[in-house]
């Protein structure tokens, strides 16, 4: 059992500002909501014409076709919806004080990974609006590998996740 009072006065004793705990806790990271904003767009767009289609739409369909049209808007909404639950669940991202580690799928997995000291190239990518929301996508290479070997897809705050790993770079136990 943990003697908290020990955590509280510790605490206590630090400094204002970021702690050397701090400093060393592990980065994790899953895609934000804001960069799948499209397919949640739609996703929110959908009952909307699924209710217009309800009321007005007798007067343009046929009700064979209507039922067509009402499995195709729900079929579309439940897919956006899993997709976007699949990518902000199965996806996930971390940064410790060894290894960049990127993780993807529930069934299936697929993890890549790249150690600290072996890092050579961090680079962010950025739309136009993924730049207005503050996501992005931090692509990490090593000096072993040809191209990318890791991709941070639509995380929150790109360029601090790239200082983070340069700092980290900076702190690694092998230099």
Do not use: C
């Amino acid at each position: 059992m943990k003697d908290y009072k020990y955590l509280a006065s510790r605490d206590n004793e630090q400094p204002q500002g970021q702690s050397p705990e701090k400093e060393n806790m592990n980065y994790l990271a899953r895609p934000a909501w804001l960069n799948q904003w499209w397919q949640i767009g739609i996703a929110v767009l959908l009952p909307v014409i699924f209710v217009l289609a309800y009321l007005k739409g007798h007067q343009y369909f046929s009700s064979e076709n209507l039922r067509v049209v009402y499995v195709v808007i729900v079929a579309v909404f439940v897919y956006l919806v899993a997709v976007v639950i699949y990518r902000r669940y199965s996806w996930a991202y971390t940064i410790d004080s060894e290894t960049i580690e990127s993780r993807e799928g529930l069934i299936a997995r697929k993890v890549k990974s790249i150690r600290i000291q072996d890092l050579r190239n961090i680079n962010v990518n950025q739309s136009l609006w993924q730049r207005i929301v503050g996501v992005g996508d931090v692509e990490f290479s090593s000096a072993g590998g040809s191209g990318i070997e890791v991709v941070f897809r639509g995380v929150d705050k790109p360029l601090q996740v790239k200082q983070l790993a340069q700092r980290r770079q900076g702190n690694s136990p092998g230099d």
